[in-house]
């Protein structure tokens, strides 16, 4: 869908009523979205709780008059469009309230048609700026707009399903062990909905402090508490008309579990340290690599709030239960990764990697081929550019390979996919000591760096910081 073809969210600030009326009633007719206040106060409450794209503000207002208002709405984060409404006698601070920021004015008495194309003209500013922001902070995301690769009867499933649900509104849980790609699913599903041209914000719950959790999520107020100099927003506002990824859900610490309740269920929320609500319109999208119905079984996660994100699961299957994807997706993976000239594959190596059983999924293929790349002489990588768990799996033992000990059955999971602490305890205590090990030495040839120590395991940096937390690996010993 078109962005013009979205009607213009406006609000009139004008305090006599009659023409109040009139110009709601015109620019409803013109197909636009609008909201009106008698004067400057009222104004300013509307515009904290909805997102306006215009403002039409009469300068001579009871309580606070438009040119206090513009000044006032141009110290918040992304203010509106201002279009000044003047009559004769105050052209001269019309003048000023566009050195201040006003998009334009309009002297009384003006024509509908004069109205109607000049807040057509700055609602188009107002996305163009939005998006210009929207897309500044994307650009890294948009650039790797992925491709999903696949020839297996499992994946076509998964994008047959992707397709039916991605127009709907309705919440989306991803399952799958990690790497699986339901980043990228969450993705595609954004991608393919008619919210795509809002943003996908992405919120690892996992990877984030529970004490900064529910200000990042619905932001806060200044003064909400010490150190909160202005008014900041969170992610669930930033996702308004777009799509919210709630990674590792099962992760969310269970008092925001009931505030995220809430904000779904009544599409709004307060920022911290506010008393108003926000009303927004987002949709969710979930994922886990746990089994979800079991960690409610436990009662770490509210099962209320589990039927509000699966209305539709999708599953993804791990790597090993579609080797005949293994090929297509390295072959993909190796022109991402080598660009211009990707080196080719021997025929062994090729058998390797479609043998191996990928605990780590897609992303430890993907991992293995960028080593290999960088490796790789004369434009082939031969079996001795590959890790050996991979060329030689029986001869080398990883604790990342548990699921090669388990293929396909249904509780299968990877010893790195998985932060259940069942699981972890059904490791014996050496295992456990030799991943710690592990972890232990990838973090220092990485200098600590999470990130690179994550990629380097072949896990993603929620696993790892999972397992950080359980080996209390939080700093250097
Ligand atoms: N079908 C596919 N086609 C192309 N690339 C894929 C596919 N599946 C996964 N990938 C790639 O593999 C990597 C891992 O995928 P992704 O991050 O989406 O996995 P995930 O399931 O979210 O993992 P985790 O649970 O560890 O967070 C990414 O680089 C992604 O682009
Ligand atoms: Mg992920």
């Known amino acids: 869908m078109s962005q013009n073809a979205q009607p213009a969210r406006i609000l009139v600030a004008e305090d006599e009523a009659n023409l109040r009326l009139v110009i709601q009633k015109e620019l409803q007719r ?154 990228l699913i969450a993705n595609a599903v954004h991608r393919l909905s008619n919210r795509a041209e809002g943003s996908f914000i992405d919120l690892n719950c996992a990877a984030i402090q529970e004490s900064l959790l529910e200000s990042e999520l619905f932001g806060y107020e200044a ?127 090729l058998a390797a990697l479609k043998g191996y059983a990928w605990p780590g999924n897609v992303r430890q293929l993907r991992n293995a081929l960028e080593r290999a790349v960088l490796l790789a002489n004369d434009g082939r990588i031969t079996t001795a550019e590959l890790p050996p768990e991979i060329s030689a799996p029986s001869s080398a033992f990883s604790p990342f390979m548990m699921a090669a000990t388990t293929p396909g059955g249904a509780t299968a999971t990877s010893s790195s996919s998985s932060g259940d602490s069942d699981q972890t305890a059904s490791v014996a205590a050496p295992l456990r000591e030799v991943e710690r090990q592990q972890i232990l030495a990838a973090l220092e040839q990485t200098g600590w760096h999470r990130g690179k120590t994550a990629e380097m395991l072949g896990i993603s940096p929620s696993t790892l910081y999972r397992r950080l937390r359980d080996y209390n690996l939080t700093r250097r010993p």
């Open 30 to 183: 013109m197909g636009h979205d609008v909201r009106v206040a008698p004067d400057g106060e009222a104004a300013l409450r509307l515009l904290e709780e909805s997102n306006v794209d215009v403002l039409l503000a009469d300068i001579n207002m009871p309580r606070l008059d438009g040119m206090e208002l513009l000044r006032r709405l141009h110290q918040r984060p992304n203010p509106p469009e201002v279009i000044m409404l003047t009559g004769h006698a105050t052209v001269e601070s019309a003048i000023e309230a566009m050195k201040l920021g006003a998009y334009d004015y309009l002297s009384k008495p003006y024509h509908i048609a004069e109205l109607d194309a000049l807040v057509k003209q700055a609602a188009e500013k107002r996305r163009l700026r939005v998006d210009n922001a929207r897309l500044r902070t994307l650009v890294e995301r948009q650039t790797a707009t992925p491709e999903i690769v696949f020839v297996s009867d499992a994946m076509r499933e998964v994008m047959r399903l992707v397709e039916r649900v991605a127009p709907s509104d309705a919440s989306v849980l991803i399952t799958g062990e990690s790497g699986t790609g339901k980043e």
């Open 223 to 349: 003064g909400a508490f010490s150190g909160a100099k202005g008014r900041k927003l969170g992610l669930w506002e930033l996702a308004d008309n777009g799509t919210i990824f709630l990674d590792e859900i099962v992760e969310l610490p269970s008092p925001l579990q009931s505030k995220l309740l809430r904000a779904i269920e009544t599409n709004s929320f307060y920022r911290v340290g506010a008393v108003r609500k926000v009303q927004v319109n987002v949709r969710i999208i979930a994922a886990s690599n746990r089994n979800i119905e079991e960690v409610v079984s436990d009662g770490r996660f509210r099962s209320d709030l589990l039927y509000r994100v699966n209305s539709f699961q999708i599953n993804l299957p791990a790597l090993r239960e579609r080797p005949e994807d293994i090929e297509p997706l390295a072959q993909h993976l190796l022109k991402k990764l080598a660009k211009s000239n990707p080196p080719e594959l021997t025929p062994e190596v």
